[in-house]
């Protein structure tokens, strides 16, 4: 039976050793910081972290040359504070430094505990050092995402709002809201729940023309073109557009081709092929077949969000028009407004 018996002190080599294999595996490191001389030293562990070489020990020298410019005065300041006699038993510092190997920025944390100096000798400080890197990155994404979140849901806030506001203008009775009002909801929720199973990276053009369209394409399907290739739409295109053809859809079915058996919706889709700063998107909706048009005598919410509102928020160009054989519009934006497939991730 090997080990340490009952009773049999403890082997010194033995003990040093678990400590080093332990903060090894951990990538921890030691160091002390003495006030009175300011002097700052670190063990091979420390070194490590520093990105310094065999046989190079962390010192006050390295330690102020690593330190971000940010951080250089607030670190010392603290370290002799700390240190004082009115300092705390145990601190915790968090700086950035620049890693003598290659030059990349690292967040370390120190941890100590202050040991009083005895007569006329200043107190120590004796801690662990320890690389926080991810856990900084995860906080700053989860800053970035927060205040994503918090503008996102401004946004939606208002055209929410917008939405009620405009119903409530076109409805005669309560029912009728109800009704206008939860299928603008639903259509806006659809856009959300696609920009969310990509992270909100971006949409699929042809996923969100389908959701935006239906109970249609399970009534109507055969009698419904799409075409076009497989590209994304950035989230301000995705919901702008996915409003549009939510309203372009519910007209279809109650007054235009969808409403009878016989009409005909053809959308498309493309990207000018030549590069350049004036490259656009065009995307368009063509009725065929249904009911005779006419030029409506009033306009309500929807005919607002498909000429005008969509084209303002997306710094496009809406074509409108009734000829008698059917409604068609088109709209052209900016094609930066658009994402290549391969530039959006799969998101599981």
């Known amino acids: 039976m090997s080990g340490v018996q009952p009773g049999q002190p403890a082997d010194p080599r033995l003990s040093h050793d678990r400590l080093r294999f332990a903060l090894d595996v951990g990538r921890t490191g030691i160091w002390s910081w003495e006030d009175g001389r300011e002097d700052f030293v670190g063990d091979r562990g420390a070194s490590l972290l520093w990105g310094l070489g065999d046989g ?9 040359g690593s330190l971000d410019p940010d951080d250089a005065e607030r670190t010392f300041d603290e370290l ?25 920025e690292r967040w370390i944390a120190l941890q100590g505990r202050r040991y009083p100096g005895g007569r006329g000798q200043a107190a120590e400080i004796v801690g662990t050092a320890r690389d926080i890197t991810s856990r900084k990155q995860r906080e700053t994404h989860m800053h970035l995402l927060m205040r994503e979140v918090t503008h996102r849901s401004k946004n939606l806030l208002a ?10 203008k076109d409805s005669v009775t309560a029912a009728e809201f109800e009704q206008r009002f939860s299928a603008r909801l639903r259509g806006l929720a659809a856009s959300h729940d696609l920009l969310a199973a990509r992270d909100w990276h971006g949409a699929a053009i ?37 409003l549009a053809f939510n309203e372009l859809a519910s007209n279809a079915t109650r007054f235009g081709a969808l409403s009878g058996p016989e009409g005909r919706v053809d959308i498309a889709w493309s990207v000018d092929p030549e590069d350049g700063a004036n490259r656009r998107f065009r995307i368009s909706w063509a009725e065929s077949g249904g009911p005779e048009v006419s030029q409506p ?25 009734f000829p008698a054989t059917g409604l068609t519009w088109s709209l052209h934006i900016p094609a930066s407004f658009v994402l290549d497939a391969a530039d959006v991730p799969i998101v599981n």
């Open 56 to 64: 190079e020990s962390i010192s006050t020298e390295a330690l102020r």
């Open 297 to 321: 005598r009033r306009t309500g919410f929807g005919h607002k969000v498909v000429e005008r509102l969509t084209a303002r928020a997306l710094d496009g160009v809406v074509s409108l028009d």
């Open 80 to 104: 002799h504070r700390a240190a004082g006699p009115d300092g705390p038993e145990q601190c915790l510092l968090e700086f950035r430094i620049r890693r003598r190997s290659d030059g990349a």
């Open 159 to 168: 055209i929410i709002q917008a939405m009620a506001r405009q119903t409530v």
């Open 206 to 242: 042809g996923e969100l023309v389908r959701w935006q369209l239906g109970p249609a394409l399970e009534t109507a399907g055969a009698r419904i073109g799409i075409e076009g290739p497989d590209l994304y739409l950035n989230p301000e295109a995705a919901q702008n557009i996915g």
